[in-house]
């Protein structure tokens, strides 16, 4: 989960729309099934994807 987080994170700061919008999804994956197994607060989960959806939708803008 954390690693999937990371490269989402990574691939936003250099811009590449492609796979920022690839890693995204699999960084919300890993964080729903997190939720669901119980490894995760709801809340906590629901907080991570929407900060790096932000995250995700202000690199989209600007491009």
Do not use: C, F
């Not at 997190?34 to 929407?50: I, Q």
């Amino acid at each position: 989960m954390r690693t999937n987080i990371k490269i989402a994170r990574q691939s936003i700061e250099n811009a590449d729309v492609p796979k920022a919008e690839e890693a995204v999804m699999r960084a919300i994956s890993s964080l729903d099934r997190a939720v669901s197994k119980g490894v995760l607060h709801p809340n906590n989960g629901a907080r991570r994807k929407s900060r790096l959806l932000a995250r995700y939708h202000s690199l989209k803008n600007k491009s």
